[in-house]
């Protein structure tokens, strides 16, 4: 199962981005995708997830700022970024788990795409 990242840049505080990831290859299901981030110097760290039923989960420094979706059908997740800070400046992972066949589950990252917000 690949995953592919698209969306990042550079963008000034205040602004926004919209970040996509598809998952692609032998998927029999999805349980939940998700995004990740990780500074430099930092550990990689939970931003936002979604379970293939819709149940959101974010971490407290993006409450009210980061909206994450996703099209069930085109196997994709989304993130809206809004009102974005520096310290929001990371590579961005995209994650999701499932099952490649009845019995054969995964749980695969994509490759990262950078965000960078400047002050």
């Known amino acids: 199962v690949q995953l592919v990242e698209s969306g990042g840049g550079l963008v000034q505080a205040g602004g926004s981005l919209r970040l996509s990831c598809t998952a692609s290859?032998?998927?029999?299901?999805?349980?939940?995708m998700g995004w990740y981030r990780q500074a430099p110097g930092k550990q990689r760290e939970l931003v936002a997830t979604?379970?293939?039923?819709?149940?959101?989960n974010y971490a407290d420094s993006v409450k009210g700022r980061f909206t994450i979706s996703e099209d069930n059908a085109k196997n994709t997740v989304y993130l809206q970024m809004n009102s974005l800070k520096p310290e929001d400046t990371a590579v961005y992972f995209c994650?999701?788990?499932?099952?490649?066949?009845?019995?054969?589950?995964?749980?695969?990252w994509g490759q990262g795409t950078q965000v960078t917000v400047s002050s």
């Open positions: 994650n999701a788990n499932g099952r490649r066949s009845k019995f054969r589950p995964f749980d695969n």
């Open positions: 290859g032998s998927i029999y299901s999805i349980n939940a």
């Open positions: 979604i379970t293939s039923g819709g149940i959101t």
